[in-house]
């Protein structure tokens, strides 16, 4: 699962970055005058394969190690780079996301783009595939040290923390009937139980608890609290509202109950298995309610200590 | 052609409401548990596959003339919607796969193929 | 399963993921209610569904889907389409029925939720 995430990651990237991230801004360039035989120094000095031409300002075409071997082998090292070059050149705008120079890559065979500015067509960079790795390469270290400290930062809490108990909590309003917002609070849940270190079958529980208790609320209520406490060996999912109350809670219970109206229903939630799932979740779980006063919900997931 | 009771023999359900016609050709199949959507795309003589258990099932199945429906993940239906279901002669089984298994073992046996499905619109 | 091989046998369209049709999808799960995913769903499994609202993109997200196949031709809106971008969760849409949509993908090898923990069952 590591190995897909970071695919994914390496992809995601390819759109975040453009071609200017990473390309090379220091171009290399002859002039289409310059004698095959003067190429070869050019390209040896330089240490590259290959080399826009440029006349004036202007790209008029490209030329490679490739071409610098064909002259050779024919005897032609003195005629003018300008009879030997590449005239139609293939090139990417600066702006461009890096996917589309990874597709033009693959799609070519090149082992190199021209970079020209969108609209003016001046020449600014040149770029290779080991550009876009190294591009990559050094994004993804930036990011991976930003999740790393995020979680080395909430992992150690409770470890810096000096005192006989120490109880992390955190507050989630949530709002009566706005399905613009239905979600968010178990979703930031999540996201911060994982970054505690928290293993990730007990992430998936409490969001799970957390996501049906936070849709209770949204479904049948006005808005209530969202309450979750972690101690290093529990995650205390608390949700509580003021709404119309529960009148049998083991009715409640039984799976297909569901008192949700058919436009709830069509939403994909009131399918009577809310509650149960949140049971099923928790290693204890307490629900106590009083008809017109409200609803309060407890749910107890305990933690390996490693 | 293939009939309720040979689907329920093949694919090991429980029938939990028995009335109706058993006998019946099942050409093709519907799975969805929006009754909306139901109303709106089923076909007579469709298998319904859903994971809806409240008696609204049965009038939905009623109203659209289906075959017979099938409960997924071993939920039990509600005592109302069998009630129902004898009084509507709508057969009920359960099962205890998810509504993806069990419709690819459907598919298998040749149920609802697209070709069928062109025929029927 | 690659998600690719899903797009070409439900002849889907993409909607999220264009190029990330590489990852890989291990077990498949059709549900309309929410509930029933958050259940059922095991971690790495492709949704087919025909809600389109934002509580499929946080339920998929809690649920650990890998990805979303939305069918009967329904396409989500910007709003649900921005979100599933920020949460990196690829999404394609078919215009077949589930019914076909299952079929089809059961029978090019894709397992269903219930088949592991019923072969464990029976030894």
Redesign the interface.
Known sequence: MAEDKKYTKIQELTYELKVENVMTKKVVTVSPQKTIYKLRNILHTKRISGTPVVDKGKLIGIISIEDFMKCLAKGEINIPIEERMTKKVRTLYADEPLVHAVRKFDEYGFGRFPVIERGKGKLVGIITKGDIIKGLLKKLEIDYHKEEIHRYRASHIFEDIVADRTTLTFHYNVVGEDFNRAGESASGLKRTLSRLGIQPDSVRRAAIAAYEAEMNIVVFTEGGKLTVSVETHRIKIEASDSGPGIPDIEQAMQPGFSTAPERIRELGFGAGMGLLNIKNCADKMNLTSKVGKGTHLEAIIYLNQR | MITLKEIIQKLNLEVMSASGDFDREIR??????????VIA?SKKGNIW?T????P?IVAVATLKELAGIIIV?K????DETLKKAEQENIPVMVT?????????????LGI???TE?AKEV | MILNEVKEILEAEVIIGSDNLKIEVKIGCAADSMSDILAFAKPGALLLTGLTNLQVVYTSEISDIKAICFVRGKKPDEKVIKLAKSKNLPMLMTHLPMFESCGRLYANGLIGIGYLDIKKKNG
Request: proline content about 3%.
């Open positions: 093709g199949g519907y799975v969805s548990d929006l009754l909306s959507d795309n596959i994971l809806q258990t409240h609204n993940n939920r039990k239906p509600e205890e796969l998810s509504a993806f298994e069990i419709v690819g073992r459907l598919y298998e609802g193929r697209a499905n």
